[in-house]
């Protein structure tokens, strides 16, 4: 393959994401999988602090209460691996003990390079498992019950988890989602809002088209409404407290 057609092949890709809840009964060689993770540790790191770690979820009765905590049987019993992604700083103290050193945890940068961190490898990781024609779904719903959760895997201090994913082979065929046309999320030099009503209002079309005729769960609505549905409530207030009890006192 020309170097030409490897890069057209990386970006198809990536477009052609789509999340998948149902999975065939076959399992990831232990291998497989291995090499895979090995492949997200390359993701891009701040300071190559590497502020994650991953629990694989192997334990049928761990694996039933995360199903339970996080409201998301469906795939969890149907998917053959279930991973736990986790913000971790708990190793980092280590290294700073060794060093002696205090770790300081009440930085809200130190936080988010955690968290972003954690998005970074489990985004290279998705993209390693799209690549072996396996399909993924992020778990957004660990956060319903973190505390819960983090004690079904035994999270120390200074470790929080951020979202589940299932990882197998699809047992299902989804259309991909359009996402915002790229004018809207690319702005030159300045950010300009002016452009967002006429190019809000084109998006909403092509996503009711799409959720009106989508294999599964069609449904009438839009981007705008959906959107508004998700963020003028209160959600997962519970987070804050709980970050707090983790050791993060943010500053």
């Known amino acids: 393959m020309t170097l030409d057609k490897q890069l057209d092949a990386t970006l198809e890709l990536l477009r052609s994401h789509t999340s998948i809840r149902d999975y065939k009964k076959e399992d990831i060689p232990p291998e497989t999988l291995k090499r895979m993770l090995v492949s997200a540790q390359h993701a891009a790191t701040s300071h190559f602090v590497q502020a994650y770690s991953v629990i694989h979820i192997t334990d049928p009765e761990k694996k039933e209460a995360i199903a339970t905590l996080s409201n998301n049987r469906r795939q969890i019993e149907s998917a053959p691996v279930l991973l736990l992604f986790c913000a971790d700083m708990k190793r980092l103290e ?40 396996y399909g993924i779904c992020y778990i957004g719903g660990v956060r319903n019950n973190p505390e819960e959760i983090s004690n079904v895997v035994g999270l120390p201090d200074k470790t929080f988890p951020l979202f589940g994913m299932t990882v197998g082979v699809p047992d299902e065929t ?23 009503d006429e190019l809000l209002d084109q998006y909403d079309s092509q996503l009711e088209d799409y959720y009106g005729h989508r294999f599964t769960n069609q449904k009438n609505t839009n981007w705008t409404i959906t959107m508004s549905d998700f963020l003028s409530v209160p959600r997962r207030e519970h987070m804050r407290p709980f970050v707090n009890s983790k050791g993060f006192h943010l500053k």
């Open 94 to 133: 280590y290294a700073c003990k060794k060093q002696g050193t205090n770790i300081q945890n009440e930085i809200l940068e130190n936080f988010l390079v955690g968290v972003i961190d954690t998005a970074l490898f489990a985004q290279n990781f998705v993209v390693a498992a799209e690549s072996q024609k």
């Open 174 to 196: 989804q259309l991909v989602k359009p996402r915002l046309p790229v004018n809207a999320i690319l702005h030159e030099n300045v950010y300009n809002e002016e452009k967002y």
